[in-house]
T-cell receptor
Framework: KAGVTQTPRYLIKTRGQQVTLSCSPI?????VSWYQQTPGQGLQFLFE???????NKGNFPGRFSGRQFSNSRSEMNVSTLELGDSALYLC???????????FGNGTRLTVT | GIQVEQSPPDLILQEGANSTLRCNFS?????LQWFHQNPWGQLINLFY???GTKQNGRLSATTVATERYSLLYISSSQTTDSGVYFC????????????FGAGTQVVVTP
């Protein structure tokens, strides 16, 4: 069974631009969540989707948004990029509340 | 929210040594995971261990939920064990919201 797939693996953007990251969960997993990892803040929760509905949101500005499609694939969007948005963005999926989260390989975003 | 503290923050081991990593959490949780992050950033599941003890090869983990801590044991360490080890707990009533600790950076020297 394929794992969680994130695309692209690397991105370089300029301040002020916007970016869209994609995540395909493990087949059958309906919960998808996103995390940001930076050296200063560690791993921080961005948001969680289940059956196309956002269930939880972390403490991030409105420039960070996401959505989930009917096939459980998810995208996250960051608008008006800032230098501080440079980070590793990780996506995870889960089959149920009582089972572990599985993470993708991440998208490394660099904002110049 | 739940606070998760990991210790030690850094650990340098000689190949073959044993070590224990600790994770304390501030509130009751119904699940806990240990991850290993490799140099390429990939988070690899080690254990899903809300309570009790599990073993997988040279690694084992114990969670004492009533006392709010978990331990990860690495025995006969190898250079491939190097990386960052994270403990994470899941928020109640959430499927995908994990609160991570700051991690333990492990370096195993030959």
């Amino acid at each position: 069974k394929a794992g969680v797939t994130q695309t692209p693996r690397y991105l370089i953007k300029t301040r002020g631009q916007q970016v869209t990251l994609s995540c395909s969960p493990i087949s059958g997993h309906r919960s998808v969540s996103w995390y940001q990892q930076t050296p200063g803040q560690g791993l921080q929760f961005l948001f969680e989707y289940f059956s196309e509905t956002q269930r939880n949101k972390g403490n991030f500005p409105g420039r960070f948004s996401g959505r989930q499609f009917s096939n459980s694939r998810s995208e996250m969007n960051v608008s008006t990029l800032e230098l501080g948005d440079s980070a590793l963005y990780l996506c995870a999926s889960s089959l149920s509340q009582d089972l572990p989260l599985h993470f993708g390989n991440g998208t490394r975003l660099t904002v110049t | 929210g739940i606070q998760v503290e990991q210790s030690p923050p850094d650990l340098i081991l000689q190949e073959g040594a044993n070590s224990t990593l600790r994770c304390n959490f501030s509130d009751s949780v119904n699940n806990l995971q240990w991850f290993h992050q490799n140099p390429w950033g990939q988070l690899i599941n080690l254990f899903y261990i809300p309570s009790g003890t599990k073993q997988n090869g040279r690694l084992s983990a114990t969670t004492v939920a009533t006392e709010r801590y978990s331990l990860l044991y690495i025995s006969s360490s190898q250079t491939t064990d190097s990386g960052v080890y994270f403990c994470a707990v899941r928020e109640t009533d959430s499927w995908g919201k994990l609160q991570f600790g700051a991690g333990t950076q492990v370096v195993v020297t030959p």
